[in-house]
C-alpha cells in the first residue's frame, strides 16, 4: 500500500488510474506545461488525495525555457536532440518561459518519512540525473522505497544521460533494479527500481 506517490513530469498522466488503483493515501501530480497540468486538474477534481501542481522542475531554481514539441507529452525544458533522429518530423511549436524549483523545495511540505511505503516517478526529459542527484545531496532521495525511471536508451534531449548512466548511478545509491517495461515507446522504457535497505 502506498502512503504517498509523488510523479515528476505527469503530463497528461496516462498512469492515472493504475495510480489509484495503488490506493495511495495521498498523490502529487507535478507539470511544467500549463496546459496539460490544466487538463489534469479537471481530469482529477473528483479525487480528493489527488492535488496537481503546474511547475517546472530541475536541479537549480531559476528560469529556463519549455519547448512544447508538435509530439504529444514530448515536452521538456531542454531542447530535443536524439529525439529528432527517431522522429525527422518534429519540430517546436512554441517556447515558454517557466520559472523552476527544485525537487527538494517542491517535496519538503510533504513532510515525508522514510519508513513509508512511498513512490518516485521521474519522467523529467533531459533533467532525470540532474533532478535524482538534487535529492540525493538534499537527503530526499531514501524517503522513496520504490522508484520509477521514464529515460531513454540513448541521450534523447540536449544534456540528458543515457538510462544505463542514470541507472548505474541508482544502484551505486542502493536502489535495485527490478523490472524494464518497453510499453508503447521501446527507445524510452520505463525502469522500476526498490531502495535495498540491507545494502544502504
Known sequence: ????????????CNELDAHLARKPRR???????PQLAEALQARTASHQQVTVRSAAVAAREGSATFHRFNLPYAGSLHAATGLRELFPG?????QLKVATIS????LQPLQLQPNQENLLIVDLPGEELAVLKALQ???QLYLFSQLQLHCGRQPLY???EPAATVLHWLQEQGFDLIAEEAGADPDRPTWRLRRNALQL
Open 1 to 12: 500500500k502506498i502512503d504517498t506517490l509523488v510523479h515528476l513530469g505527469a503530463g497528461a
Open 158 to 160: 540536449e544534456g540528458s
Open 27 to 33: 498523490m502529487l501530480l507535478v507539470e511544467a506545461d
Open 90 to 94: 518534429l519540430r517546436t511549436v512554441e
Open 137 to 139: 545531496q538534499g537527503d
Open 103 to 106: 525537487p527538494v523545495t517542491l
